[in-house]
């Protein structure tokens, strides 16, 4: 579809060669000529990297810190978006030239309303505005109010009455059940395949909504619900609390008294998992920059992070120490070597290849194979063994990568492998998602929960989504409650005031850190409903003076940032703002918004803040005249 949407896009620059009189009817035609060719490359690098096109992950890794990120692996890509970008610009610029002329007649009108359709009829059939309204639609026209809807289940993690097991949970970076097909990969996991009859064997759990990356795969696994950020642009960055309102595996285990531990190669800032577990009663959070000065060889390291064998020598002698203490302990890791799209390979696997060795991912995940099988027996072969818990899973399926189209040759399935004494080895074809994963581990440990979450024991009797719903009916069902889900990350609120520390660059709020340039929207009774900061969805320049601009007059607000940036805010007659920072508190309608210079921390009472903005009259025609002057300062 997407090259029939870039043959009509091109056969309607064709048809309005030299057709067009007017200059202002040129660069419309100039503009959409370069949003069809912009949202064909942009869906297409997508569809590339998360194999499904632009899906809730895309925005998600726009949003997020993507520091530590390997960009070598994708250098081809970049390089390639740049210069299709330059084309797409170069190209733009030529149809605003060549479907200009001086002359026109009745036959012109007919070949521009031929060109018109066809342009109009790319943009309609174009996978990447498809794509987009989709994820528009459900993130912001959604029927359901925020309420808690009966199939979500919040266990009482205070009466969880655990067997005090201990758990190790390793997540294995896009590692699927699909490799293990012999017909597809021949020999390519003979170790796990020896694991799985040694262990409960989930075969069934498919991808759902919400979870085909990293951190989306882990909350859903953990929470028994999907990642879904909220719907204001940018609102999760800056701020240290991830989902607080959800209730988790790590809360119930934290609060039953276990020791939690996350180990991970790749920096814990990215994508924002060490906040995530952070937020859910994990006390040792532990990522490349908590891990890299502990290595005798700092410069061992892949683009990602810490290799895979590095990562489990650590794991080893965690799990060591953790076992001597008296208190349970869950310790969960994620492996990076089989990162798509050519994976890396540690030096333990520097005689491994998988057959002739030329596709690189898959000698990664030989590799992987490999060193997980060293780490099992390790793991069951030792003495606190007993009282263990083992989960060997997948964090989600691949993603795009080497071996992207012989996956596709077979139903894909996540890996789902759970271990310990007592529990006797059976394949259990239940169909479930990863929501599930969670209630599942946790009933093993003894909680006898009927669920958490959306997710229902993939031992138990109980249906669950998965069965209840087809695979359409789930993902319908769970993004119709997509706005109380994204209520469960509960922004902080005013009702003890704000504090703006300056000498930090953050504002407080319930005791929680913000960083700032942030901008606060409230609602009805100074209700915190969106946090934004700059550069919202990726875009640089989607500063929060534009944010604020684009929201209706009424729309109240806290704003701070550079007393420069507020300048088109003021009135004519009020005094040049010069210290570096400022805030300001109000309404674009109001007819003085109140601007606070900073030298200094300060503080702001709620009823301040609610007096300031109450105590203006409201004047429609200014707010016009801000966002005149704000584009004027703008260009």
């Not at 390089?79 to 970008?85: F, Q, R, T």
């Not at 203490?325 to 070597?337: C, H, I, K, N, V």
């Not at 990350?489 to 504002?507: A, E, H, M, R």
């Amino acid at each position: 579809m997407l090259f029939i949407s870039l043959i009509f896009t091109i056969t309607a620059v064709v048809l309005w060669k030299d057709i067009i009189h007017s200059k202002f009817v040129s660069i419309i035609i100039a503009a959409l000529t370069f949003l069809s060719l912009f949202i064909s490359g942009f869906w297409y690098v997508s569809d590339y990297l998360t194999g499904s096109g632009i899906d809730e992950s895309v925005i998600f890794h726009l949003r997020a810190d993507m520091g530590g990120a390997a960009l070598a692996d994708f250098a081809p890509v970049i390089v390639a978006s740049v210069i299709y970008l330059i084309i797409s610009i170069m190209f733009s610029l030529y149809v605003y030239h060549v479907v200009r002329t001086e002359h026109i007649s009745r036959k012109h009108k007919m070949q521009a309303s031929l060109a018109s359709f066809a342009l109009f009829f790319s943009l309609a059939i174009n996978p990447g505005i498809s794509d987009l309204t989709s994820l528009v639609k459900h993130t912001y026209w959604v029927s359901h109010e925020d309420e808690q809807p009966i199939d979500y289940l919040i266990p009482d993690d205070a009466t969880a009455n655990l067997n005090n097991k201990n758990l190790v949970y390793i997540y294995l970076e896009s590692v699927e059940r699909t490799y293990l097909d012999e017909n597809i990969f021949p020999g390519l996991m003979p170790n796990l395949k020896r694991i799985e009859t040694m262990s409960l064997s989930f075969t069934d759990i498919w991808q759902i909504v919400g979870s085909n990356w990293t951190i989306g795969g882990m909350v859903s696994s953990q929470c028994g619900i999907p990642l879904f950020i909220p719907s204001g642009p940018n609102s999760m960055v800056g701020i240290n609390r991830f989902l607080p309102e959800a209730t988790c595996m790590g809360d119930i285990l934290s609060a039953n008294g276990y020791e939690l531990s996350y180990l991970g190669g790749a920096r814990s800032a990215f994508a924002g998992k060490g906040n995530f577990y952070k937020s859910h009663g994990f006390t040792q959070v532990e990522g490349f920059d908590e891990l890299i000065g502990k290595l005798s060889d700092t410069s061992y390291r892949s683009d990602w992070g810490l290799y895979d064998d590095t990562l489990f020598d650590i794991l080893k002698q965690r799990f060591n120490e953790l076992s001597t203490a008296e208190t349970p302990f869950g310790l969960f890791a994620l492996t990076l070597d089989t990162h798509s799209p050519n994976g890396h390979v540690s030096t333990y696997c520097n005689d491994v290849k998988y057959k002739d060795g030329l596709n690189p991912i898959l000698n990664a995940v030989h590799c992987s194979d490999r060193m997980v099988a060293e780490v099992y027996d390790y793991i069951t072969k030792h003495e606190s063994f007993g009282n263990t818990l083992l989960v060997i899973a997948s964090d989600h399926l691949a993603m795009r990568n080497t071996a992207y189209d012989d996956l596709g040759k077979r139903k894909r399935r996540n890996l789902l492998l759970i271990s310990g004494e007592g529990l006797a080895p059976k394949n259990i074809a239940k169909l479930g998602a990863l929501i599930d994963v969670s209630p599942t581990v946790l009933n093993l440990l003894g909680a006898d929960n009927q669920g958490l979450g959306f997710g229902r024991d993939l031992l138990g009797v109980e249906e669950t989504l998965s069965e209840r719903l087809n695979y359409n009916g789930v993902e319908n069902f769970l993004r119709s409650n997509r706005r109380f889900i994204s209520s469960l990350w509960d922004f902080p609120q005013i009702n003890g005031g704000l504090t703006v520390d300056v000498s930090g660059k953050q504002v407080i709020l319930d005791s929680v850190p913000i960083k700032y340039p942030t901008l606060l929207m409230l609602g009805n009774n100074l209700r915190v409903e969106e946090i934004r900061f700059n550069g919202a969805m990726g875009l640089e320049k989607n500063t929060l003076s534009r944010q604020i601009a684009q929201r209706s007059p009424e729309q109240k607000f806290i704003w701070v940032d550079s007393c420069q940036e507020m300048a088109w805010l003021n009135n004519e007659n009020a005094p040049t703002l010069e210290s570096d920072s400022c805030v300001a508190i109000g309404r674009l309608d109001l007819s003085n918004i109140s601007i606070f210079e900073l030298s200094e921390s300060m503080s702001f009472s709620r009823r301040q803040i609610s007096d300031i903005i109450k105590s203006r009259a409201h004047e429609s025609s200014i707010a016009a005249k801000r966002i005149r002057d704000m584009e004027f300062i703008s260009k």
